[in-house]
């Protein structure tokens, strides 16, 4: 990614936060004058595609839906006409919304495929609300967030659901099930690979009982193949109904895009100018159909998920693009060592360090769309390939409190201790790493496999799963207890029970994961 194009978003964010955007905010689906639209008169259910919270703060969140009467019409608009449509959102403190303390209108527009991402404000701290939207008479589902404590507030506890790798087509999303209504939770981290662009076809159909037309059965490219791909994916009621029970937030891998693009160049050897027009679609199909906030929204082929929040005191949490701004594989040895190599851009990369060394928080949590952990020099696609930026992140890990680093992409559950030099034995634990398995990524797996051996040989990974589940994470002043849940199917129905793979505790100033 050449360097020019990091400011180009950071700049329209700080144009933004200095308030001279109100035109384009309501263009933007995030506000909207009143009855702007007629609400489409003849469709049952516009809301198919759920309802989501997302950019939580301590005074209020992002709130999120796209319409859709029809989610898998072929042409990705969700059976919506080409028109602008209003949509009201209120939100209350109880679930029969008999007590409303804010509401608005945005405008549903079919430039953003009918999504709109209206922001509330003016919202107590660490306070539980319920929101919903509403067109002409149709109501959605009702949803719930938790605003953020208040700055520097102490906090007792704040709990995370992890996911990542959600292949629809490989089976259920039995994990999202389990999450959604057993665990405390204030807060859920997409971890990447919220969709995958391949081709669906009979080969790679794994979810029995599934179906889909020939429009899936290709890679996505066009705008409208991905949106198509995102209302597929979006139909599963257990995804819903986690999004509507807590506020998300999200890093992105590889199949946001294209399997293993690295900055602006395609892994198939797509010409670059071809290939910045499927970034600037893919970019924008995720920004239509995410929680996020207006900063996220491309420039083109240029976007901004590079994000973070406090937990009061408690907790740092940053959200790092391991994506956009990355150099190439490595060509060769000399390359691969290059001091100059980037993973993270040099502008994210000075945020990330500032973030860090000066945070005031006694967690200072990670979000990677890739594994941070030396694993194999083969693994050139994750922070293997990128030693010197490694370097450099690990020494800005090294100078804050409690590092925790919350990584997927490998389709296993992994838990390393994060050490100051991989490669030196003698090294301190510095941190740890939670790797969440996928949701769905893979089927059916088994807890040991063919790359058991590969990740358990290396003395700070001291657990390794091989199946399908989600990561819950408790952190409190005192501690951090991460809890490994599997599934042992996916593939054939969505009933599997929850197992316990392996549970931590990690004590706050001691680095290291202590099996409970
Ligand atoms: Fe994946």
């Excluded at 981290?189 to 029995?208: C, H, K």
């Excluded at 804050?400 to 003698?426: C, F, M, Q, W």
Aim: with cysteine; charged share 20%.
């Amino acid at each position: 990614m050449p360097a020019s194009a990091a400011p180009s978003a950071l700049s329209r964010r700080r144009l933004l936060q200095a308030g001279g955007a109100s035109a384009a905010v309501i263009a933007l689906g995030i506000n909207a004058p009143d009855a702007v639209a007629d609400p489409p008169q003849q469709a049952e259910n516009l809301f198919g595609l759920g309802i989501a919270s997302g950019a939580p703060r301590p005074d209020g969140a992002v709130l999120w839906t796209r319409l859709a009467s029809e989610p898998l019409a072929e042409d990705g608009h969700g059976g919506i006409d080409p028109h602008p449509v209003s949509v009201r959102w209120q939100v209350a403190a109880d679930a029969e919304f008999s007590q409303i303390i804010r509401h608005g209108q945005a405008l549903a527009q079919p430039e953003l495929a009918h999504a709109v991402h209206p922001r509330v404000e003016g919202l107590e701290p660490a306070t539980e609300y319920f929101y919903r939207f509403l067109v002409g008479p149709r109501t959605s589902p009702v949803g719930r967030f938790r605003t953020l404590p208040a700055d520097g507030a102490e906090v007792e506890s704040f709990a995370v659901g992890v996911v990542s790798c959600q292949a629809w087509y490989h089976g259920n999303f039995t994990a999202h099930r389990h999450l959604a209504a057993e665990e405390e939770l204030d807060l859920v981290v997409f971890a990447g690979d919220y969709i995958y662009e391949y081709g669906i076809t009979e080969a790679n159909l794994w979810r029995q009982g599934a179906e889909v037309t020939a429009a899936h059965a290709v890679e996505t490219e066009t705008l409208e193949q991905y949106r198509l791909r995102y209302c597929l994916f979006k139909t599963d009621p257990h995804l819903q109904a986690l999004h509507a029970r807590v506020p998300a937030v999200a890093v992105w891998d590889d199949h946001e895009v294209q399997n293993d693009y690295s900055g602006t160049g395609s892994s198939t050897g797509i010409p670059e100018d071809l290939f910045a027009h499927r970034i600037a679609v893919a970019y924008r199909a995720f920004y239509e159909n995410m929680p996020l906030d207006v900063e996220a929204l491309p420039d083109g082929p240029d976007t901004d998920i590079t994000t973070g929040f406090d937990v009061g005191s408690l907790a740092r949490f940053s959200l790092l693009d391991t994506r956009q701004f990355r150099d190439p594989e490595p060509v060769d040895e000399a390359d691969w060592q290059d001091a100059q190599r980037t993973m993270l851009g040099a502008e994210q990369e000075a945020w990330i360090s500032q973030r860090l060394e000066s945070s005031p928080a006694t967690w200072n949590v990670l979000a990677s769309g890739v594994v941070l952990a030396a694993v194999s020099d083969d693994r050139v696609d994750m922070w293997d390939g990128y030693p010197a930026a490694r370097r450099r992140l690990l020494e800005s890990m090294g100078a804050t409190s409690n590092p925790v680093v919350l990584s997927g992409d490998i389709h296993k559950h992994v838990a390393a201790e994060v050490r100051a030099d991989y490669a030196d034995p003698e090294s301190a634990t510095i941190g740890v790493e939670l790797v969440c398995t996928s949701v769905a990524s893979d089927g059916d797996g088994a807890k040991t496999d063919q790359y058991t051996e590969d990740w358990l040989r290396h003395e700070y990974v001291t657990h390794y799963d091989g199946r399908r589940g989600y990561l819950h994470v408790r952190l409190t002043p005192e501690e951090m207890v991460s809890s490994f849940h599997v599934v042992d199917w996916i593939e054939a129905d969505d009933t599997a029970p929850k197992q316990l793979s392996v549970r931590y505790t990690t004590p706050v100033d001691d680095p290291g994961l202590i099996q409970a």
